[in-house]
């Protein structure tokens, strides 16, 4: 049986991060490809719960205890959901991922790196996606399109411009294995196509060879 394959979405807020997972999950669908959604934080009774809490714009979180219940959230549902299904060869799409909190918890909130980076590995326990696709896109047109689409009003979507620079930038800079920049101002079909061509040349034997 082959290992999976686990492939992260990230990028800032309403950079596609959704509507890409979706196009993805079609495709699979429509090639046989036994593949798995997810979403961070969230993605199991106790995450989502969690997920709740930590975008009520009603709560005084403070930046060490958002650090610690993401990463909480993410211990849930890499042991729950993202190790079973990889080890069954399935491949594993998550909205979301470590990189979401180097840019949101390191960048946006300025603690330390390296506090994050541990908490993240005790969490994990050392899985590291095996593609990363980051959505590029200028954070004012994301929060145009959230606004557009009605949504914009969560606990961190609140935060102030500076705040959503800080983590464009991280995400801008994001490089190392298995990393991708994609250009989030396409169509939503041409950032589907892009990432797929991605995901092949990465990984033929999950997503079938690529034809260029
Ligand atoms: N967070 C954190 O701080 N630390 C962590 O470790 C983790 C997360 C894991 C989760 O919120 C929040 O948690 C997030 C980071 C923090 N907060 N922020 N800000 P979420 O999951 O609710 O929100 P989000 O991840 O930012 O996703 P989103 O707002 O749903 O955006 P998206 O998924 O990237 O975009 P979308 O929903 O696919 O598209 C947004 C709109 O644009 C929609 O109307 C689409 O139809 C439209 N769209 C999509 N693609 C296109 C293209 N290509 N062209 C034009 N229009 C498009």
Redesign the pocket.
Known sequence: MSSGCFVV?E????????????GLADRCRALGIGAVMV????GTPVAEAL?GE??NADRPWTPAM??LY??T??ADLVTRVIRPALAEGRAVFS????L??M???GA?RGLPMEHVRWVNDAATGGLTPDVTLV?DLDPAV?RE??H??G??A?R??R?DATF?ER?AQAYLAASGPGVHHLQ?????E??LNAAWRVLQRERPETFGPTSE
């Open positions: 979405l990028g800032p807020e309403g950079a596609g991060k959704t509507t890409l997972l979706r979403r961070e934080p969230g997920r930590l975008l958002e650090l993401m990463t959230a993410r909205d979301r991922f470590d979401s909190t840019a949101y918890q946006g959505l994301g399109r959230q557009a689409a949504k914009g969560d961190m979507e935060e959503h983590v989030a101002d396409a169509s939503p041409d950032v």
